[in-house]
Nanobody
Framework: AQLVESGGGSVQPGGSLRLSCVAS????????MGWFRQGPGKEREGVAI???????TYADSVKGRFTISRDNAKDTLYLQMNSLDAEDTAMYYC???????????????????WGQGTQVTVSS
């Protein structure tokens, strides 16, 4: 599958952005999908994941502020980000788990398809 992210940009603290990830080339509806991010000077980390069954998991740092969702009819994954702060500045990547119906968590080794990323910058 090919994954293409969009929706990044520059925003002031407290602002919102919605990221999108369009999948093509293969089915993704039966796969766990995730959003990951890598901030400046930091390792890439998991942000949010959503299962084929709609189950969601969030990193503690984004709980209550970010919402992951998916539209299988459009083969699109979303990440709604609210109340953004400078710590959210990062390159954001979407990824697909290695096999269908596999309950992948935040272990990045369990994701084999990755997008190129979309940059989110939060600053005043």
């Amino acid at each position: 599958a090919q994954l293409v992210e969009s929706g990044g940009g520059s925003v002031q603290p407290g602002g919102s952005l919605r990221l999108s990830c369009v999948a093509s080339g293969a089915s993704y509806r039966n796969y766990y999908m995730g959003w990951f991010r890598q901030g400046p000077g930091k390792e890439r980390e998991g942000v949010a994941i959503i299962g084929h069954d709609g189950a969601t998991t969030y990193a503690d740092s984004v709980k209550g502020r970010f919402t992951i969702s998916r539209d299988n009819a459009k083969d699109t994954l979303y990440l709604q980000m609210n109340s953004l702060d400078a710590e959210d500045t990062a390159m954001y990547y979407c990824a697909r788990a290695t096999r269908p119906f596999f309950r992948a968590g935040f272990d990045q080794a369990l994701y084999t398809d990755w997008g190129q990323g979309t940059q989110v910058t939060v600053s005043s």
